[in-house]
């Protein structure tokens, strides 16, 4: 992707979230009528319908928030190792890297299930924490720790009311950890939900050649990306679905 087309891509957002966080201080709260009134009708004829043809198109079929597909046999996910960089108390957000974070954009999105029901899980609270494109952790140089309030490709997000979640990200890079042994390219997970197991796993991606000589992957939580095309440039999207077993 173009610098320029990646800069288009990301300020789009950027200035969206940016004029919501001046709104406390510049205008007087609306009370919760539930009601839109005149600024709903107002709102409605400045926003044409999408026609049959626009609805039919890749990008917006990829904006849709995908059917809930249960997975074939509810079995849990796999663990996985903490490892030594999680960091407690990350900000609720769905973009997890900085506004135009080096690296290839790349969404991830899926549905968080209970073993026992078999119905997806509103208000799963996930945790959420990987390296940059070059492989480093916002924490793994002791000499230099970070702020206390900063935390740099780290958030939480939380499932909806279908136990939807989505977040924003680049992919994260691989990084050596020996003389000859390396770590995949990974994102690290820690699911939390009321009445469950936590979850402490990782995702990870097909086709890296560090796999072969890591210790700690699994192959059910290697999951495959697509290339997406927008009118601004390229991103790559994944799906990682997530099996909670009920606490005894």
Known sequence: MAKNSRRHFLQTGLAVTASGLLLPSLATPTEASGELG??????AQQTPQPTPAELAAPRLRELAIPAAQAPVNFRL?????????????????????????????????????????????????IDIWQANAQGRYDNDDPQRPPAANLFVNRARVVTDENGYYEYETVHPGPYQIGPRAWRPAHIHYWVRKAGYRDLVTQLYFRGDLHQREDQFIRQSLIIDLRQIRTPHGTYKAGVFDIVLAPRA
């Open 38 to 43: 005149a600024y709903g009708d107002f709102i």
């Open 77 to 125: 996910t796999e663990t996985n190792i903490l490892g030594p960089y999680h960091r407690q108390n990350a900000p609720y957000r769905a973009k997890i890297t900085p506004p135009l974070e080096p690296g290839v954009v790349l969404v991830i999105k899926g549905r968080v299930w209970g073993q026992n029901t078999r119905r997806v899980l509103p208000g799963t609270v």
